[in-house]
């Protein structure tokens, strides 16, 4: 039996989008990268701590592991002035919280930390 022209022609069609297929799916981008932890500071002492956020959510402002008060606040570095700052969409959040620590600017939310920080890690209890 032999092929006809149209045959063929779904064939080679066929295979090309097959081939087309497995090249978009190995080289699709896994989406985008997302945070894996949170970089805060509590805003009345100073201090720093991390907090996963794998498989997790938190609100913001955290809660301080010592004093159960929601004073902690993510924060980034700016490579260009390799200083610390609240991250902006959270300096509202300074308003409704009393006896801001020195080490924090109310008004720009810069903070006075080393470039260099170790912060505590935040052990979070599983639901």
């Known amino acids: 039996m032999q092929a ?4 063929i022609a779904v064939v080679v069609i066929g295979l090309l989008v097959g081939i087309g297929g497995i ?6 981008d896994s989406g985008p990268d997302l ?4 970089i805060l500071v509590d805003v009345t002492t100073g201090d720093t701590y ?3 956020l794998r498989n997790r959510s938190v609100v913001i402002p955290v809660k301080s592991p010592e004093t159960g008060q929601r004073t902690l606040l ?3 570095l700016d490579d260009e002035t390799e200083s610390w700052h609240i991250s902006e969409h959270y300096m509202p959040a300074l308003s409704g919280i009393e006896e801001i620590s ?3 600017d109310p ?6 930390l080393p ?3 170790k912060p505590e890690v935040i052990k979070r209890k599983k639901r």
Do not use: N
């Open 23 to 28: 090249v978009l799916a190995i080289g699709k």
């Open 50 to 52: 991390t907090v996963s």
């Open 102 to 104: 020195d080490k924090v």
């Open 107 to 112: 008004e720009t939310g810069k903070l006075d």
């Open 74 to 76: 993510p924060i980034e």
């Open 35 to 38: 945070a894996d932890k949170l």
């Open 115 to 117: 470039v260099k920080i």
């Open 4 to 7: 006809k022209p149209w045959q």
